[in-house]
């Protein structure tokens, strides 16, 4: 294990040196992260064309420690548009567990954040119509994200909430998840047969770790929870997900955006989930 780092932006670096993540992914994380400094001081990011080339201000990771700090990030995770919001938070969570496995952080400083849902967009509130819904578990997709849409389509979970699922939380022969899975904050869950056969293929050959899983092997000094102990793979993240659903259902939107994960969780009216 290498010494902590003083400095937050060091930090961000050594994550993110160590992360499993492709190239944009690491451009994209990185500009996030190192956005958070100047919120660590009391100060607001520079916007637009002046964020480029900004050099931040040097604080340490520590910090996050600080409950005044703290309070800092929860204030500017919740001025955030719900997208935004947990799309930044679920990256801040990532770099926070690896430093906290790193024993770089002691506590974590953002316990409560993501038990309360954040507002949702007109737009993502919205369901998908019958047809929608058939069109996307109709979509040539691979295994684990037939899987997880399933899922979220079945239970009405949260992305989060889904994607922390591990094997030992499921009760596969009763669809449903165990009691264990409620002591550690997360919703009760059933799910239908459709979803129990995608979990069986999915799953085969595993007994234990995250129920979804990245393509990649985990990078080292990932927490022993969030990684597979058959494959070394480490835990799918919520950005990856999304990204992925955004990139299949483009060709679905007639604004060719592609929808959020969201979505799924919303029921459309009755007669169309008849046919669903």
Do not use: K, N
């Not at 993110?16 to 994209?28: F, K, M, Q, W, Y």
């Amino acid at each position: 294990m290498c010494p902590p780092p003083v400095e937050f932006a060091v930090a961000v670096e050594r994550y993110l040196a160590a992360a499993s993540l492709s190239e944009g992914s690491r451009r994209v994380y990185g500009i996030a992260l190192t956005a958070w400094a100047w919120t660590l001081v009391g100060e607001d990011p520079p916007a637009g064309r002046a964020r480029r080339g900004a050099r931040p201000p040097v604080v340490p990771l520590a910090a996050l420690e600080d409950a005044t700090v703290a309070a800092r990030v929860r204030a500017a995770l919740d001025a955030r548009a719900p997208r935004t919001r947990e799309r930044e938070l679920s990256t801040l969570r990532s770099a926070v567990r690896w430093w906290r496995a790193q024993g770089w952080l002691h506590t974590d400083p953002l316990p409560d954040l993501g038990s309360t849902p954040a507002p949702v967009s007109p737009v993502d509130a919205q369901p998908l119509t019958g047809a929608q819904l058939r069109a996307v578990l109709g979509l040539r997709a691979g295994l684990r994200e037939q899987t997880l849409w399933h899922l979220l389509y079945d239970t009405g979970a949260s992305a989060a909430e889904v994607l922390a699922l591990d094997l030992a939380d499921l009760d596969r022969p009763r669809r449903r998840t165990h009691v264990r899975a409620h002591r550690r904050g997360l919703p009760r869950l059933h799910w239908g047969d459709a979803t129990a056969r995608l979990l069986t293929l999915l799953l085969q050959g595993r007994t234990s770790g995250p129920v979804f899983l990245t393509d990649r092997r985990a990078p080292e000094g990932t927490p022993t929870a969030d990684r597979c102990r058959l494959t070394g793979r480490g835990r799918l993240s919520y950005r990856r997900a999304a990204e992925l659903f955004s990139q299949a259902t483009r060709p679905l939107d007639p604004a060719g955006r592609g929808w959020t994960l969201h979505r799924l969780r919303v029921l459309p009216p009755a007669e169309d989930r008849e046919d669903a």
